[in-house]
């Protein structure tokens, strides 16, 4: 990418904790490259936590929090994945109204994994023709080693698990016009999701 070529741009990127650390550090090194002028904006005031694939990343300080900032000081906006970052954020009313504000104003909106949830939640896909990742139905087992929890507990419930897609607002069709495909069984008897699935030091921006 060369330089400058985002020169003075102001770009939010909004996460908060279980945001997939390779998807917020590596665009904004890339936005950072070309010139844009990047802020980490968050429910959270001082840092968050990072998700790395399967464990807790490092800590990522916080520029903006979000109760101070607003789509008229910025260009454009990055929405990083991680399956609990947008599962939390789409809960905070001032984080969906934040998205929907950049499409308000017919600013650019980047969201990776799954980030365009918020694109959901903030009533912006209706008419778009969208990709998102979304988990597979069918992997208890996987959740439960990352949790650390025994076979037959409760699966539901603890702030920090990951929530798959079958759990979140967005139902297979509903009222905002987004439609997600079932898993289809298979000869053995599974399932096979036709959609993709997607404490350390502080990090600060380099």
């Known amino acids: 990418m060369a330089t400058e070529k985002l020169n003075g741009k102001r770009v939010a990127i909004l996460a908060t904790d279980g945001v997939e650390e390779v998807e917020l550090v590596e665009p904004r090194k890339a936005l950072d490259a070309a010139g844009a002028r990047t802020s980490l904006v ?24 979000l109760e ?12 990083p994945g991680g399956v609990m970052n947008p599962d939390k954020l789409r809960q905070d009313e001032r984080a969906v109204r934040f998205v929907k504000s950049f499409f308000q104003a017919g600013k650019p909106v980047a969201a990776i994994c799954h980030g365009p949830w918020m694109l959901v939640e903030a009533d912006v896909v209706r008419g ?6 979304a988990l597979t139905a069918d992997r208890p087992a996987q959740r439960r080693r990352r949790l650390g929890r025994p076979r037959g507990g409760d699966r539901r419930g603890a702030g920090d698990e990951p929530q798959t ?12 016009g987004v439609r997600r495909r079932r898993p289809r069984r298979t000869a053995a008897g599974g399932s096979t999701d036709e959609s993709t699935r997607g404490g350390g030091r502080l990090v600060d921006r380099p």
């Not at 778009?128 to 990742?133: A, N």
């Open 42 to 65: 968050s429910p959270k005031p001082e840092t968050i936590n990072a998700w790395q694939h399967d464990h807790w990343g490092n800590e990522i300080r916080v520029d903006v929090p």
């Open 68 to 79: 101070r900032a607003s789509a008229d000081e910025y260009d454009a906006l990055l929405l």
């Open 128 to 133: 778009r023709t969208v990709t998102f990742m």
């Open 165 to 176: 897609a079958r759990h979140s607002s967005v139902q297979p069709e509903d009222d905002r």
